[in-house]
């Protein structure tokens, strides 16, 4: 059974940086997609940030540039390394994984919070 575990969120100042990471457990040769998405109060999960089983990444228009996906397969770890952050990165942070070809997701973690102050 695959698990997802979430961690490293916490508060931060505008401008600063969080390194999120989500390990994964029972999820190996049938890995296909692993991805970042939020939420923040009151509004709709959305992506943040995905890589494919290829190392090709993807990220959403409001966090291009300053935040990197990554992975350690060794480890099972995948790691969001958040910078410059902006108060509307304040949302839970779930990170997710496929088993399916077409990247879609089927596994969650619980989330972890962030919160971004001024």
């Known amino acids: 059974q695959v698990q997802l575990v979430e961690s490293g969120g916490g508060s931060a100042q505008a401008g600063g940086s969080l390194r999120l990471s989500c390990v994964a457990s029972?999820?190996?040769?049938?890995?296909?997609?692993m991805g970042w998405f939020r939420q923040a109060p009151g509004k709709e999960r959305e992506f943040v940030s995905s890589?494919?089983?290829?190392?090709?990444?993807r990220y959403a228009d409001s966090v291009k540039g300053r935040f990197t996906i990554s992975q350690d397969n060794a480890k099972n770890t995948l790691y969001l390394q958040m910078n410059s952050l902006k108060l509307e990165d304040t949302a839970m942070y779930y990170c997710?994984?496929?088993?399916?070809?077409?990247?879609?997701?089927?596994?969650w973690g619980q989330g972890t919070q962030v919160t971004v102050s001024s």
């Open positions: 029972g999820y190996g040769y049938n890995r296909y997609c």
């Open positions: 890589i494919g089983r290829d190392t090709i990444t």
């Open positions: 997710a994984a496929s088993s399916t070809k077409s990247c879609i997701y089927n596994y």
